[in-house]
């Protein structure tokens, strides 16, 4: 994809976007905190405008609109590599005429479902549990979400292993899975 930043002469270095979902998390939780929660304590009755739980619920459907939005972003990439011709391609060998800030949305929508779940959760943790066993949560909550990220990138390496390989197609991919 071509990763100049909006037309101009600055390249985006394919690890740095990321920093999108940072920057969406930190802009959402200050915005929250700034804006929401005064204007939803007035109609709630509560000091801090949600409870737990609904901020722990927004977060998750976000999570969810986050998964449709990329794969909506992966088919529109997909057809244009098609279209262009570059379906045979390695993703490293050429670049494609289809701008790389298609991109930002996936990545801001999860870091705006995090403010919401991640700090929800943290907070949840923190009042509902003895202080003993907060700390434990937490670590235990860290240490599910990097467990989480190492399946998620064994299916991903297991997914392009069987792809890649020459000729393969959907019947290959279920005869060598299943």
Request: glycine share 8%; aromatic share 8%; proline share 3%.
């Amino acid at each position: 994809m071509d990763r100049r930043f909006f037309l101009s002469k600055f390249k985006i270095p394919p690890a740095s976007f990321s920093v999108f979902g940072i920057l969406s998390m930190t802009a959402t939780a200050v915005f929250y905190v700034q804006v929401l929660v005064p204007l939803l304590s007035k109609f709630t009755k509560r000091k801090r405008g949600l409870s737990l739980k609904e901020r722990m619920g927004i977060g998750i459907a976000i999570s969810c609109l986050a998964t449709a939005v990329s794969a909506i972003v992966e088919r529109k990439r997909r057809n244009e590599a098609i279209r262009e011709g570059l379906s045979n391609y390695q993703a490293d060998a050429v670049v494609m005429n289809m701008s790389a800030m298609w991109l930002v949305p996936q990545h801001c929508l999860p870091g705006i479902a995090e403010a919401f779940n991640f700090i929800g959760r943290t907070e949840f943790y923190y009042s509902q549990l003895a202080k003993t066993m907060s700390s434990i949560a937490i670590s235990l909550l860290a240490f599910g979400m990097g467990v989480g990220s190492l399946i998620a990138g064994l299916i991903v390496s297991v997914v392009k292993n069987v792809t890649q390989s020459e000729g393969a197609g959907l019947l290959e991919v279920v005869r060598i899975t299943g």
